[in-house]
């Protein structure tokens, strides 16, 4: 689904991540871990196009991303479901029509996917709260908005970055549990944190693999955790 | 870019035009811009239009006449019109030479010396209307021919004053033609600067829309829209009350000499309905290329 083949990045002199190598097959559920500026938000980025590697090789859906123009990297990143840390809202929308964004951005009739979205809401908690306005929301209701944004395409990989950052436990447990129904569903899923016990808490519930970014590699983190 | 693509760009699309912020006040400011634009640009095209009919009315008219005055003691007069008619009826390129005869010299004199001149009594030289053929005639032969024989004659073509007229006209003309470019070209850098400063104000909206899978015809098309319809609705607006300021000039008349025929004149009128969808492309294509530029630095 995802392959990255010995894949660096470097900026203005500095390099950020080198020689990453990893494969996600469809299905697979993986967090990423390591320190602040280790690069985690840059290997996501890397994964839906947002930068290009500098090194090496990284394919999606068997497409090589250096090859892309910009309208075929547009159609792919329908094909994968975003939760960036910041949320990413269009403030001047109400929260249904910025889940709904991603259906209007590529054309689709919102009139067949109503129900559709007044599912997905209900799914995330958050039908009555349709009509407010991103900046009106909560840290946990922006992110379980943004997770339904991040979904409503159907998408095959869900990507999450720091999800559980600004939400208290319960709330972080509550999002866990829906990337790990998304997951059962047979997305791909790939988790940014460097929340240990919440790692913890998803190996009791579904066969996750941690991946650790250390001095610029890429690691498979043991059963230690 | 393909037809189809700027009818994609142009489809109404509500929906997806509100994905960008309403931008209330500079929305307004394109407006008056295009419709002043508009507005200056019909005067413009008025004033090229009326000068450029000016200057082939005088090109034309004092083009094919030419005037011979003869200058004889009164004994004379007869004897060197008649030689100067002859001459003129021999020259190749005379269409007709006609003397005029004494009620149409005191017309010609009335509005300065009035009604009651006495025009047998004075010295008048006698004038002969010649019309010019096609080709023309040599100016310099015939003034030699003449002065031999009718020393008194002098050759007056109207070019010597009418080069002049019809040279300021056409300059006249041609500024009102630069003014139309320049107004076609400030309306294009006024939009190019209104889009940019849409676009990047509106950064974010457009980095989340790349982000979640739109097309850069999505993004560009909800900004392009926005300018082109200001654009086109400022402009008819302003060509409407341009139009309705030409149409309130006085009519032409004599006594406001050229002045006064400033207005349009048959089709003329057509055109001036063509400065809105004009402005709309101009619009179209300004921000287009802004949007182009701004999307072409995000990933």
């Known amino acids: ?225 | 870019m393909s037809t189809g693509t700027i009818r994609n760009l142009l489809r109404g699309d509500k929906r997806a035009d509100r994905v960008v912020p309403p931008s209330g006040f500079t929305a307004q400011l394109t407006l008056f811009v295009s419709g002043a634009m508009a507005f200056l640009a019909v005067f413009a095209l008025a004033l090229s239009l009326a000068s450029g009919r000016l200057a082939d009315r005088w090109a034309s008219e004092l083009a094919r006449a030419a005037t011979l005055r003869i200058n004889a003691p009164t004994d004379q007069l007869a004897g060197q019109t008649q030689a100067a008619l002859t001459v003129l009826r021999q020259t190749p390129g005379v269409a007709s030479a006609r003397a005029l005869t004494t009620e149409e010299q005191v017309a010609l004199l009335t509005p300065w010396f009035g009604p009651d001149l006495p025009i047998d009594a004075l010295p008048v030289p006698q004038l002969i209307e010649i019309i010019e053929g096609e080709p023309g005639y040599d100016a310099a032969g015939l003034r030699l021919r003449l002065s031999a024989e009718a020393p008194g004659a002098v050759l007056d073509d109207h070019t010597r004053w009418r080069e002049p007229l019809v040279d300021a006209a056409s300059s006249l003309r041609r500024l009102a033609l630069i003014s139309i470019l320049l107004i076609g070209g400030a309306t294009a850098a006024m939009i190019t600067l209104a889009a940019n400063a849409a676009l990047s104000a509106n950064a974010q909206v457009i980095e989340v829309l790349r982000l979640i899978g739109a097309r850069d015809q999505f993004i560009a098309g909800a900004f392009v829209r926005r300018f082109t319809f200001r654009a086109l609705i400022g402009a008819a607006i302003g060509v409407m009350l341009g139009m309705a300021g030409v149409l309130l000039l006085p009519d032409a008349s004599e006594a406001g000499g050229f002045l006064t025929g400033l207005g349009f004149q048959g089709t003329g009128w057509v055109l001036p309905l063509l400065i809105p969808p004009l402005g709309a492309a101009v619009a179209f294509a300004a921000t287009w290329s802004a949007a182009r530029r701004t999307l072409k630095e995000l990933a």
């Open chain 1, 1 to 225: 689904m995802i392959e990255i083949e010995n894949v660096g990045y470097s900026y203005g002199g500095g390099e950020l991540l080198s020689d990453v190598s990893v494969q996600l097959a469809p299905g697979s559920f993986h967090f990423l871990t390591g320190p602040s500026g280790s690069g985690k938000t840059t290997l996501l980025k890397l994964c839906y196009g947002a930068l290009l590697p500098t090194a090496g090789q990284l394919s999606v859906f068997g497409e090589d991303m250096r090859r892309l123009d910009r309208d075929q990297m547009a159609l792919l990143r329908r094909r994968i479901g975003v939760v960036h840390q910041d949320c990413r809202f269009l403030d001047h929308m109400p929260l249904a029509d910025n889940v709904a964004l991603p259906l209007l951005v590529s054309q689709r009739s919102m009139k067949a996917e109503e129900a559709n979205l007044g599912e997905l809401l209900q799914w995330v908690g958050l039908s009555k709260r349709a009509d407010a306005r991103p900046p009106e929301l909560s840290g946990g209701e922006r992110q379980r908005a943004a997770l339904a944004r991040a979904v409503i395409m159907s998408p095959d990989v869900v990507i999450a970055d720091e999800p559980t950052g600004n939400v208290d436990w319960d709330m972080s447990q509550r999002l866990l549990r829906l990337l790990i129904e998304l997951n059962r569903m047979g997305k791909t899923v790939l988790i940014a944190t460097h929340d240990l016990s919440l790692i913890r808490a998803a190996k009791s519930q579904v066969q996750a693999r941690v991946l650790r970014i250390s001095k610029r590699r890429l690691q498979l983190a043991g059963a230690d955790l």
